[in-house]
């Protein structure tokens, strides 16, 4: 088994490879040349394709369901050359478990938001990409399956453990919402909210309930197998009609000339973007609770960006190994997610470019590195931009000295 780090801006993508089988975990906005250069279809996967010659990736997996983890996955099959193609050409796409109650927990949120948004903006681009992701991975992928504490995912005779989530605890336990409130009670709080917006009642309330209700069928069905099949294609159906009648709300909400509308928005909107606002910011933190943890023996240790309490969760619970071959930071790296519950490592991944508002941080490179000596930073990409995306390289003029940079395409590691 074989680890690929790929080097990516805004985002991750690692590639756990053995001798028949590659899983792609996480697919992030942009795949960066050796050059520095960027363009809006190199995205990661089109990267990969020609590196595995005719041997496609078998299985993908996203860790959460921000935008910046999937982003690339929304061009599978573009650009694979026909003769390459299976039916489909990969055998398995996995998602993080969503369901609790016999409900989908963030079908309402998503609908909401995807209401409420003002174009262009993080909150609108994150509820627009899973109803433009859903179908691909329909038409892609050989099975689809959400995944939780407990399941494995065999890779050429190896065994993937899967750590997190745990919905029941992420939602109505762990402090997920900026500390401040958990989950399920910040999401009673913002369907009150929706209710008394000024555009709450009537059409746009019918919009959100068709199109949440629409979403929970498809995600309800997704573990069925071929037994689920014909329901769940018809649920998709329903779920496209849904979603082109919420984009004709959005319309009237909004206006023709929505595309050139920018902050401050009119009075009458205003409402509607602190709404989405403070949707946006609960859904984000609940996508990163319950953010799949994937671990392969004490080789390999994959978070995504769950937040520290997940972390010490795990580590209370023993389920964490204290050491591992290669362990990818949170979050990109940022203070805000160092938790002391993270293990130590001889190579930490930490893909990081482009976020400004979120660089490396200082604390996080110095405590790493003090608590393992000779341990390596594996940085894809702040350090094209050390004194933007880091803030030891801001406060000491250089990268940190365990920082080892992938200069090209992608570093591969042996496991």
Not at 23 to 43: E, K, P, T, Y
Not at 293 to 301: C, S
Not at 335 to 340: C, I, K, N, R
Request: hydrophobic share 40%; charged share 20%.
């Amino acid at each position: 088994m074989k680890l690929q780090i790929k080097r990516m801006r805004f985002g991750n993508c690692t590639v756990l490879e053995g001798r028949r089988s590659r899983l792609i975990v996480d697919c992030g906005g942009r795949n960066q040349a050796a050059d520095g250069s960027l363009s809006a279809r190199a995205f990661a996967y089109a990267a990969i394709a020609p590196q595995v010659g005719d041997l496609l990736p078998t299985h993908i997996l996203i860790s959460h369901l921000h935008t910046d983890h999937y982003r690339g996955f929304l061009e599978l099959g573009r650009d694979t050359p026909p003769l390459f193609r299976g039916n489909p050409p990969m055998a398995a796409a996995y998602l993080p478990w969503v369901i609790l109650g016999g409900r989908a927990v963030l079908a309402a949120p998503f609908a909401r938001l995807y209401l409420t948004a003002p174009p262009r903006t993080l909150a609108h681009q994150l509820a627009l990409g899973l109803l433009e992701l859903l179908p691909v991975l329909e038409r892609e992928a050989g099975s689809r399956q959400m995944l939780q504490a407990g399941d494995t995912i065999s890779l050429d005779g190896q065994r993937l453990e899967v750590l997190w989530p745990q919905v029941e605890p992420a939602l109505n336990a762990l402090p997920v919402c900026g500390g401040e409130a958990r989950a399920d009670q910040a999401e009673v709080r913002m369907a009150r909210a929706f209710s008394a917006l000024p555009q709450g009642e009537g059409p746009l309330e019918e919009g959100q309930r068709a199109l949440s209700e629409a979403l929970e069928r498809y995600l309800l069905l997704l573990n069925g197998g071929a037994l689920a099949e014909a329901g769940r294609l018809a649920a998709l159906e329903a779920l496209a009609r849904a979603r082109a009648a919420a984009d004709r709300l959005r319309k009237e909400v909004w206006g023709d000339q929505e595309q050139s509308l920018h902050p401050p928005y009119p009075h009458a909107l205003q409402p509607l973007a602190r709404f989405a606002r403070q949707q946006y910011r609960l859904l984000a933190d609940t996508l990163n609770a319950c953010g799949l943890v994937l671990q392969w023996k004490d080789k390999v240790l994959l978070p995504g960006d769950v937040p520290p309490a997940v972390l010490e969760y795990l580590a209370a619970e023993g389920r964490l190994h204290p050491r591992y071959q290669v362990v990818q930071l949170p979050h990109h790296g940022t203070e805000s997610h160092l938790s002391p519950a993270l293990p130590q490592a001889e190579r930490y991944i930490i893909s990081n470019g482009g976020y400004r508002r979120r660089p490396v941080g200082r604390q996080v490179l110095e405590e790493l590195a003090a608590a393992c000596p000779g341990c390596a930073f594996l940085c894809t990409d702040a350090h094209t931009a050390p004194a933007e995306f880091c803030q030891y390289a801001r406060a000491e003029g250089r990268c940190h000295p365990a920082c080892k940079p992938i200069t090209g395409e992608q570093a591969i590691l042996p496991l």
